[in-house]
């Protein structure tokens, strides 16, 4: 019998508000994946950037770092700038407000918008005339933005619904720190427009995720979702690029070809979700007729390290090659702090490579004729 509340959590609003029958189907398959090394990495990360700010706070807390797995000095130095950043918040926020509260890793209930709606906060800095919420992201991979960030504000109502009548709250402050992209996003709204946002968005889409309903609906919040590679929706999605029967490009109009690259990105993610699904499915037992499952290519690999290097070692050669440590290693060797300290006059960035990119991206246009002018001189 299926679950009668789908799991809305704060996380995959950004799904579940584009397209609410998702949130069933993905609650349906939920614990069936394991966490990855990235996410334990980031929830030890968590750990440690907790313990600091507390500390930091002169309240009690044990030190996890011996039985964290993936410490080492970037994390460390990361952790310090997220506990600098929040002491520096809470300074301000006294600017105001004499006695400001300030929550670390704070259980927050936005059920009266969200069925069964909760989140933990980072940390939360409740004073008079603002409430902040910052939240930490140790992840690389993807920038994460603080504008109409639909989990900011999910975290935000929570706190609000908690501690508005105890503060005299007029404006909420969502703070995305991720240090390792450098990256201190922050948005704002006032308390009722944040008020006005939940009441006429996210509860009435919230009502219908729960219940399964609504329509389906594809695009980027795809990414993340449990179901995108049996998703229909998301099939028909991509497969409108059949509509230009793979033409040469030099026939194309330019309209047509930004037309494609608004879903080519899209297009590619889907076919390799749909092949790696497939896969899965066909060594569990799936046929699907014209395919099968083979051996793919491999690679000669030593049966014991040690034995081979003191092999080769014994008939005189070296087995060994030095090669310095990339950026990023070097950084978790050293730490942040300590890589710019020592390396900071040794290290540069190159422009990277021209690449297409919706208008709406941060950058600046690539100036074709100065770089052509660069590279000739």
Known sequence: MPNTHSSLSPSSSHRWLACPPSARLCAAVEGMTEAGPFAKQGTDAHALAEHKVLIALGRDSPDPTENLDYFDGEMDSCTDEYRNFVLEQVEEAKKNCKDPLVLVEQKLDFSHWVPDGFGTGDCVIVADDTL???????????????KDNSQMRCYALGALDAFDGIYDIRTVQMTIFQPRRNNISTDSMSKEDLLSWADTVLAPTAKL??????????????????????CRERAAY????????????????PLEIASILDKVDNLVSWAGDVKEYALRQAQSGTEYEGWKVVEGRSVRKYRDDAAVAAAVTAAGYDPYEQKLLGVTAMTSLLGKKKFNEILGSLVYKPPGKPTLAPTSDKRP???????????DN
Not at 209 to 230: I, L, N, P, R
Not at 238 to 253: I, R, S, W
Not at 367 to 372: G, H, L, P, V
């Open 132 to 146: 902040q919420v910052i939240d930490f992201k140790y992840g690389l991979g993807i920038l994460v933005d603080a």
């Open 238 to 253: 991509n497969l409108k690029l059949a509509a230009y029967d793979f033409a040469p490009p030099e026939t194309l109009e």
């Open 209 to 230: 995720a729960a219940a399964g309903e609504g329509e389906f609906k594809a695009g980027d919040h795809c990414q993340f979702c449990k179901v995108k590679a049996t």
């Open 365 to 375: 246009a690539y100036n074709t004729a100065q770089n052509d002018f660069m590279e």
